[in-house]
């Protein structure tokens, strides 16, 4: 079985200021790690993701985000908040055989605020 | 490209009546996934299907959902009868399932159902 767990539902910053979004994990095999993005009214984009390779992963909009292995972590991050970063984020897992393939677990959701 | 179409976006009905939300994957991609998000629960996967085939309907409530995908093009997921409770957003998403893009999903803009 695999989780999510984000710490936080709602986290905010000023703009300009460094987000930081925490998500651990639970899965008992080598997963593929996501984070995505929901704007108002809209569905979930992909935001960037983790599969094997390079642990520090980078994706648009100049987030990005570092696989821990050691601490079952996959934290999202950008050094400088902008007002258009204001959304929720969600870190997802997927298994990587078997029937959990393919299929997405998501964490609860952080809603990130930006202040000016 | 068209990306992954639902309808409809908005749908207001009484309890007791039938629902049915419709999904439009994107041309090629061979998995398709319907998920529920409220404020309560997250985001729940309710069932995945693979090459048109029902693989996983474990999250699906109970036996007022239903889901059928007739073709690679269409799918459905119908509630009968509706209840209060099952007031959400409802989104459908697809992707290809070939490693590495396993997990990237691409969402619909969802279809907001209000039970009264």
């Known amino acids: 079985a695999q989780s999510v767990t984000q710490l936080g539902s709602h986290v905010s910053v000023s703009e300009g200021a460094l987000v930081l979004l925490r998500c651990n994990y639970s899965?008992?095999?080598?997963?593929?790690l996501f984070w995505y993005v929901q704007y108002p009214n809209q569905g979930l984009q992909l935001l960037l993701k983790y599969t094997t390779g390079a642990t520090l992963v980078k994706g648009i909009n100049g987030f990005e985000a570092e696989f821990k292995k050691s601490e079952t972590s996959f934290h999202l991050t950008k050094p400088s908040a902008h007002m258009s970063d204001a959304a929720e984020y969600f870190c997802a897992v997927s298994g990587t055989g078997g029937t959990s393939y393919g299929k997405l677990t998501f964490g609860q959701g952080t809603i990130l605020t930006v202040h000016p | 490209d068209a990306g992954v179409i639902q309808s409809p976006r908005h749908e207001v009905t009484e309890m007791g009546q039938e629902v049915t939300l419709r999904c439009k994957p994107i041309?090629?991609?061979?998995?398709l996934f319907w998920y529920r998000q409220t404020m309560m629960r997250g985001l729940e996967l309710l069932i995945y299907?693979?090459?048109?085939?029902?693989?996983?309907d474990s999250g699906m409530p109970e036996d007022r959902f239903s889901a059928k995908m007739p073709n690679a093009s269409f799918s459905t997921l119908k509630i009968q009868p509706s209840e209060p409770r099952d007031s959400a957003v409802y989104f459908c998403?697809?992707?290809?399932?070939?490693?590495?893009?396993?997990?990237?999903?691409?969402f619909g803009e969802g279809s907001r159902l209000t039970v009264l």
């Open positions: 998403a697809s992707n290809q399932k070939a490693r590495p893009q396993a997990g990237e999903l691409f």
């Open positions: 299907f693979n090459n048109n085939v029902p693989i996983d």
């Open positions: 899965s008992s095999v080598p997963p593929y």
């Open positions: 041309s090629g991609h061979n998995s």
